[in-house]
C-alpha cells in the first residue's frame, strides 16, 4: 500500500537538504502558504480563484475543476518545483512536426483510378 508523506511527518523521518522556509520569509513553504498566501504566486493566484473563489483547498484538491486549474497555476507560476521557474513555453525545445511522406510516383500510382487495397481478380478465380 503506498503512503504519503505530509511535512512535518518528513521532517520526523527524513533528513532533508533543503530547507523548510520559504524565499518570502515565511518559516514554512507548505501547501496552504503557496495556493492562498504566499506573495511570490499572488499574480498567478487568479487562475485558481476561478475555480474557487477563496481558494477552499478541497475544492481545489478534490474536484475536477480545481484540479485543472492546479495544474495551470502549476505550470504558469512554477510554484511546487525544485526550480520554481515559470511555465514550460520559456524552455520549451522546438522539434520539428511530423509530415507526410511525399506520395510515390515511381510505378505511375497517380494514374492508377482503383481504391487502395483492391485486388482485381479474374473469372476464372470464381469458378475455383
Request: glycine fraction near 8%.
Amino acid at each position: 500500500m503506498g503512503q504519503t508523506c505530509t511535512l512535518p511527518l518528513c521532517r520526523l523521518f527524513h533528513r532533508r537538504t533543503e530547507p523548510d522556509d520559504c524565499p518570502c520569509g515565511a518559516p514554512l513553504q507548505t501547501r496552504r502558504h503557496i495556493l492562498q498566501d504566499c506573495p511570490r504566486y499572488e499574480p498567478t493566484r487568479h487562475i485558481l480563484r476561478a475555480a474557487s473563489a477563496q481558494i477552499d483547498l478541497p475544492t481545489i484538491l478534490g474536484t475536477e475543476e480545481g484540479i485543472t486549474a492546479l495544474a495551470e497555476f502549476i505550470e504558469q507560476s512554477g510554484a511546487f518545483t525544485k526550480t520554481g521557474e515559470r511555465g514550460r513555453d520559456e524552455k520549451r525545445v522546438d522539434t520539428p512536426q511530423a509530415t507526410a511522406p511525399p506520395p510515390d510516383d515511381e510505378d505511375g500510382a497517380d494514374s492508377d483510378d482503383s481504391e487502395v487495397g483492391e485486388v482485381e481478380h479474374s473469372d476464372d478465380e470464381d469458378e475455383r
